[in-house]
Nanobody, 123 residues
Framework: QVQLVESGGALVQAGGSLRLLCAAS????????MGWFRQAPGKEREFVAA????????IYADSVKGRFMISRDNSQNTVYLQMNSLKPEDTAGYYC????????????????WGQGTQVTVSS
């Protein structure tokens, strides 16, 4: 089992920045690729970003590329999502997840999920 707890969500104005944090406990954190997903009211949960076990490889959704950055610190069992130039359409619950397979954008490949943290971007 891997337990994941997100934090850092807040209300922010458009153009602002936030850093989300996901703290992991349980099985060896560095064995898992990590991802961030988001879900807006009435919409499907969608992929945002993912990072490999070592942190050497990252992928992003087109909608956040160039504005968001995923990173991890295996010594702290933590993964981060730095979000810059936020837009109202970034408003959603943000969830981190752990997967055995690196580089996946598919929800089905992520076995463990956190409870989410809310990000609201005002215009």
């Amino acid at each position: 089992q891997v337990q994941l707890v997100e934090s850092g969500g807040a209300l922010v104005q458009a153009g602002g920045s936030l850093r989300l944090l996901c703290a992991a406990s349980g099985r060896t954190f560095s064995n898992y690729a990590m991802g961030w997903f988001r879900q807006a009211p009435g919409k499907e949960r969608e992929f945002v970003a993912a990072i490999s076990w070592s942190g050497g490889s990252t992928i992003y959704a087109d909608s956040v590329k160039g504005r968001f950055m995923i990173s991890r610190d295996n010594s702290q069992n933590t993964v981060y999502l730095q979000m810059n130039s936020l837009k109202p359409e970034d408003t959603a619950g943000y969830y981190c997840a752990a997967a055995r397979a690196a580089g996946s954008r598919a929800r089905r490949d992520y076995r463990y999920w956190g409870q989410g943290t809310q990000v609201t971007v005002s215009s």
